[in-house]
T-cell receptor, first 109, second 115 residues
């Protein structure tokens, strides 16, 4: 069965510290992978996506993610977070569009 | 102006009432989706439509129905609302016209409370 797992439901981090949000997927077919961000009281916005090619993908707001096929992972990273990064982050993949349960990132001043 | 709009943004209703949530898009996409979001569960797909004549059930379609009135409009109905349908509902469109590579664009959400 296809699924997406986000191991951390909540991640608190101090401002200007680095952060990694973890995502693992399970699929027997080729996948396209996405990270979406949901700011408070808003809909989801696309952060970045992996379709093919380079396994390191750069997105908006200084985020990047690395596709690792052997570990079936697509972890999201940012070297220095800002207060404005406080949001819910969702990993998703497309064969059928399947979302993970989300990780709530709280940036502490 | 927003590309994907949802009305209403907030709604409180009573058990047993019929309610309709509406979604409109100006992106010209053929594909439209309805999701519900519950804490700790992420987004779950209710229904999706690949064009005006194509409607498909998603993961959790029971208790819901949809209508694709036009390419730009996709409505979700709760025929007889129940409290466990209290959730945040999102409409989305996608540009899946290039070999299945799909990016979704979301509306702002409708917060529904069923008493």
């Amino acid at each position: 069965a296809q699924s997406v797992t986000q191991l951390d439901s909540q991640v608190p981090v101090f401002e200007e510290a680095p952060v990694e949000l973890r995502c693992n997927y399970s699929s027997s077919v080729s996948v396209y992978l996405f990270w979406y961000v949901q700011y408070p009281n808003q809909g989801l916005q696309l952060l970045l996506k992996y379709l093919s090619g380079s396994t390191l993908v750069k997105g908006i707001n200084g985020f990047e993610a690395e596709f690792n096929k052997s570990q079936t992972s697509f972890h999201l990273r940012k070297p220095s977070v800002h207060i404005s990064d406080t949001a819910e982050y969702f990993c998703a993949f497309y064969d059928k569009v399947i979302f993970g349960p989300g990780t709530s990132l709280s940036v502490i001043p | 102006d927003a590309d994907v709009t949802q009305t209403p943004r907030n709604r409180i209703t009573k058990t047993g009432k019929r309610i309709m949530l509406e979604c409109s898009q100006t992106k010209g996409h053929d594909r439209m989706y309805w999701y519900r979001q519950d804490p700790g569960l992420g987004l779950r797909l209710i229904y999706y439509s690949f064009d005006v004549k194509d409607i498909n059930k998603g993961e959790i379609s029971d208790g819901y129905s949809v209508s694709r009135q036009a390419q730009a409009k996709f409505s979700l109905s709760l025929e007889s609302a129940i409290p466990n349908q209290t959730a945040l509902y999102f409409c989305a469109t996608s540009d899946a016209d290039r070999g299945g590579q799909e990016t979704q664009y979301f509306g702002p959400g409708t917060r529904l409370l069923v008493l």
